[in-house]
């Protein structure tokens, strides 16, 4: 199963396929990483703070 490069979580194998570039399986980020954003092809951290 897919998970999360920087938390480690699951993901759903739907969402790798949609928020990752071919060939790569797992993404950068999820939704569970509050304080990371994707920016194009990087990851960077949150400019402002995200409440769940």
Not at 19 to 34: A, I, L, M, N, S
């Amino acid at each position: 199963m897919p998970e999360c490069q920087n938390c480690g979580a699951f993901v759903t194998k739907r969402y790798a396929r949609v928020f990752t570039p071919p060939g790569v399986d797992e993404p950068r980020v999820c939704p569970d990483c509050q304080d990371k954003i994707r920016d194009g092809a990087n990851v960077r951290e949150a400019r402002s703070p995200r409440d769940p």
